[in-house]
């Protein structure tokens, strides 16, 4: 397993932040979400740093759907980062923390009319509109509610990105935004342009997650310009703001090959500098959207193992306390993730072995396979790069609790998120009794 962060090992055992897992799982129990705040806030510093211009102005906007509650959206806030929302809950969180509204982009493909107005009440900053029926429900709340709101609107740049389908988001079929390549798109930003109610701010595009060619981000930087330049001409207008999402990939296996961070950053820069210059366009602001580039590496699970089982036929199985309850990627996206052993860390690996939760469904596999030091009940296990769409996308499935969220830094440990109790699963529950017939 590679070490990320503030991984150290010490007597045998792994600390994370300073602090060993066993008092970790001591005092939170398992499973547990483990966010390395320093390892975050680091690389928080290196997008700031790293992704800036004498030409024009930077936003760095924090894709909240990676993981998300109410220290994190303080946390980003504190930094100086914008925060990107997409939906009603999403919004109402970061409201919750402090955000500044008018530091908030609201995304989504399907908008529903009490988020639009719930949004616009609270004087949120930036609109990514995706649709004509979604650009009609804005134009009715900001004229009911008397504002002018700064808008976006989300186009595809038909960049076909190498990476999974699901998370593929700029091909022309994407549900997303409306295509560049579509005849009704200029007449669509000439209404937008001409509405009273809304102001046309600039463009915004997301070719997919988990992306590690540099040259599709290139790609879309030149076709982004370049559309951004002929809507400019048709219209007679200064493009404000030109966001070109994020998406860059993120290790999870020796299989993934990151590019290193801050040397892209700045090549991405030059890069969007020279096309600019070339172009003769120059937006005051280009917008970047880092979610899961920015928390995945910093987050790790610890599980208790259970049973350990062999089967007649394959890799004998770990069974965890956890599953596709607080990890679903492995079941819906095929996700691969590596492994140890946190009380074992010096030991050699002796066997292959299969880990699977507890949840009531044969695919509830984690790892499929991974060569550990002999595993025993009662051991400690860490999944690392878990810190996106863990926690965000975890569920109740069996009725089973989700896991609490600590940070650590120097040896210190807070809880975010609270574990989840049986009283919780039932929090909403309702006994009917129907009358007789």
């Known amino acids: 397993m590679k070490r990320l962060g503030n ?30 705040q320093k390892d975050l806030t680091d690389r928080i510093h290196t997008f700031l740093a790293q992704f800036k211009s004498n ?43 402090g955000v500044d509204p008018k530091k908030i982009y609201f995304h989504g493909n399907n908008k529903l009319p009490k988020e639009i107005d719930d949004a616009v009440k609270a004087g949120v900053g930036c609109f990514v509109l995706d649709n004509e029926v979604e650009y009609e429900w804005l134009t009715e709340t900001a004229e009911r509610e008397g504002k ?11 960049i076909e990105a190498h ?24 007449p669509f930003i000439k209404r937008i342009i001409e509405n009273k109610h809304l102001h046309f701010a600039g463009l915004h595009a997301h070719i997919g997650s988990q992306v590690f060619e540099e040259a599709s981000f290139f790609k879309e930087v030149d076709e982004m310009i370049k559309y951004a330049k002929d809507v400019e001409q048709t219209f007679a207008i200064k493009m404000d703001e030109l966001n070109l999402g994020g998406g860059f990939g993120v290790y999870y296996t020796e299989e993934d090959k990151p590019f290193e961070l801050s040397q892209f950053l700045k090549r991405y820069i030059q ?23 920015l928390i995945n590496a910093s987050g790790s699970t610890l599980y208790t193992i259970g049973a350990v089982k062999k089967t007649m036929a394959g890799y004998p199985y770990i069974f965890v306390d956890g599953g596709m309850t607080d990890n679903p990627r492995p079941i ?11 009380n074992k860390m010096d030991e050699a690996a002796t066997q292959t072995y299969r880990i699977a939760g507890k949840c009531c469904e044969s695919g509830d596999v984690l790892i499929k396979e991974v060569d ?30 989700r896991p609490a969220v600590v940070f650590v830094e120097d040896g210190q440990a807070q809880v975010a998120v609270k574990r989840e109790t049986y009283e919780d699963l039932i929090r909403n529950d309702e006994m009917i009794k129907w009358k007789e017939l």
């Open 55 to 97: 030409t024009f102005g930077t936003h760095i906007i924090y894709a909240s759907k990676a993981f998300t509650n109410l220290y994190m959206a303080q946390l980003v806030s504190k930094y100086g980062l914008y925060v990107d929302v997409v939906s009603g809950g999403e919004l109402y969180t970061a409201l919750k923390a």
């Open 372 to 401: 550990l030091p002999k595993a025993e009940t009662g051991d400690t296990l860490v999944i690392p790069s878990t810190g996106a769409y863990t926690y965000s996308m975890s569920s109740n499935y069996n009725r089973i609790e």
């Open 7 to 36: 991984m150290e090992v010490d007597n045998h055992e792994l600390k994370i932040g300073g602090l060993a897992v066993s008092e970790l799982t001591k005092k939170f129990g398992t499973p547990l979400y483990v966010i390395d």
């Open 163 to 186: 990476t999974h389908e699901y998370i593929q988001t700029a091909k022309n079929d994407s549900k997303f935004g409306v295509s560049i390549f579509d005849q009704q798109t200029l």
């Open 271 to 293: 890069h969007i500098e020279s096309t600019v210059a070339e172009l003769d366009i120059t937006p005051n602001t280009i917008s970047i959207e880092p979610g899961r580039s």
């Open 332 to 342: 819906l996206y095929q996700a691969k993730y590596e492994a140890a052993i946190a």
């Open 148 to 158: 002018k709101i700064r808008v976006l609107l989300r186009v595809n740049p038909g």
